[in-house]
């Protein structure tokens, strides 16, 4: 089931109301009333749907276009990011859905203090299905913010730890999440709360592999390809210069513009010009400013940097963007891949121009040259785009990339629509082919499916996929 809402795209699987309906059945809950039943499971949606809805609303203030989903295990909001948010933002969108649903508890739960106010003990005559769902309203949006609040990933309020101690502490972070969870699981379980005793169980489990695998981040994302650097920078100011990426990394704003300043004044005080070192150091403060939202301050700080060198095609697309000029953004966007840029950095900024501004074709083709380096998800949200805007042989490209990666049915089948929408039928048959020997089965939603019209005839979609 998916719908769009407030400009945010929703979809809700199937296990979201399985769940809904495990969780509010059964006596030990006090839902067997089926009468109760029925206002627990809209309530939950409704509940969790404005948790969703406070990340969603974090997240666009920066210019980013968020999507829900609701799944057996709650809720997730994810985004495509093309510029960077700061540690601080992003502390801020994790508390926002926490924060969302407890507005919504304060009030419900002020409406219905008026009431009984108003009229003690009777809530103005409200019949005792519409008393129960508003306290229900209260309840489930307290516990599952507080709930979410426990700082366990992939919790809100792991994401709340994990901004808050920054990417060189990752381990330090899953080290904490995972004895918490351990703590959290074993508690739940000896309290007969198996499916919260589970999540913990799950989490704990997660956070020991991250535990294993991460490493901290020693720079800043936000680089330019390596350039050819002054053969005798001075070991001092490349020392700071690092310093200062990094402490653009912990989000130390004040110690990056401190560091670059020394790097300003000790170049200034060296017998050899040194213009690298100062475009570098402008340029770790125009990043400092862009980060914290300020672009008028970096492209001010970009200035003066181009007075020593060109500044990095990121940092100037960042900078424009910013400042609401998209177009010459994707000038220098464009220039950049030109010369073999395809940092995430250049090649995100530019496909978001692409599909604002509706050339999805070329959007797509961008996305497609480097394929290898998106994500699954990201390569079948850029399919999604293309089939949606009519670039049905790029939608087709797109999801037979990722139909190469992850060998997953569907992305075989959803190369086959777009195909077939294409006019590309022996190519769409065989991707039809291959998503059956994957394991795809739903032969009714292939002979049901608009898209594969044109390969009902002459029983071509049979011989592939029997009649259901």
């Not at 929408?421 to 009714?444: E, K, M, T, Y």
Request: net charge negative; aromatic share 10%.
């Amino acid at each position: 089931m998916s719908f769009r809402l407030f400009g945010v795209n929703v979809d809700i699987q199937m296990g979201f109301w399985i769940n809904a309906l495990l969780l509010g059945w059964g006596p030990s809950n006090g839902f067997s009333d089926l009468r109760m039943l029925a206002l627990w499971i809209p309530i939950v949606l409704i509940s969790i749907l404005v948790h969703e809805y406070g990340h969603a609303l974090a997240i666009a203030r920066h210019g980013i276009e968020p999507e829900i989903a609701l799944h057996w295990m709650g809720g997730s909001t994810t985004w495509r990011q093309t510029l960077p948010i700061s540690r601080g933002h992003r502390v801020l969108i994790s508390l926002a859905g926490p924060v969302a649903g407890f507005v919504l508890a304060g009030l419900v739960y002020g409406f219905t203090y008026g009431l009984a106010r108003l009229a003690p003990g009777t809530y103005l005559g409200l019949p005792t299905l519409a008393r129960f769902a508003l306290e229900l309203i209260v309840i489930v949006n307290l516990y599952w913010g507080v709930f979410n609040l426990i700082p366990v990933l992939p919790l809100d309020g792991g994401h709340v730890l994990e901004h808050a101690l920054g990417p060189k502490r990752i381990r330090l972070t899953a080290s904490i999440s995972l004895g918490i969870a351990v703590l959290c699981a074993a508690a739940f379980f000896y309290g007969k709360y198996y499916f919260a005793a589970f999540i913990f169980a799950l989490s704990a489990f997660q956070s020991y592999q991250r535990l294993r695998t991460e490493e901290p981040v020693d720079d800043i994302t936000p680089r330019r390809a390596p350039p050819p650097r002054e053969p005798q920078m001075p070991a001092e100011l490349a020392t700071k210069l690092r310093s200062a990426r990094r402490a653009l990394v912990d989000d130390d704003y004040a110690q990056a513009a401190g560091l670059a300043n020394d790097v300003l004044r000790l170049a200034d005080e060296i017998d050899e010009p040194a213009p690298r070192a100062k475009l570098e150091a402008y340029e770790v403060l125009a990043w400092a400013a862009q980060i914290r939202g300020d672009s008028a301050e970096a492209a001010r700080w970009v200035k003066v940097a181009q007075q020593h060198g060109t500044p990095d095609a990121a940092l100037l697309a960042a900078v424009l963007i910013g400042n609401g000029n998209p177009r010459e953004a994707r000038k220098i966007l464009e220039n950049a891949r030109s010369t073999g840029d395809d940092r995430k950095e250049i090649v995100g900024p530019l496909i978001q121009i692409l599909i604002a501004e509706g050339d999805v074709a070329r959007a797509s083709a961008v996305a497609f040259d480097i394929v290898e380096s998106l994500s699954d998800d990201d390569t079948r949200k850029m399919g999604e785009i293309a089939f949606d805007a009519r670039s049905y042989d790029w939608a087709g490209r797109l999801f037979e990339a990722v139909f190469a990666r992850s060998g997953a049915a569907d992305d075989a089948y959803e190369a086959a629509r777009a195909y077939t929408a294409d006019g590309a039928h022996d190519r769409a048959l065989d991707l039809l082919a291959r998503a059956v020997s994957a394991g795809f089965s739903d032969r009714a939603r292939a002979w049901s499916d608009a898209a594969l019209e044109p390969l009902r005839a002459g029983h071509k979609l049979e011989a592939v996929v029997p009649r259901p």
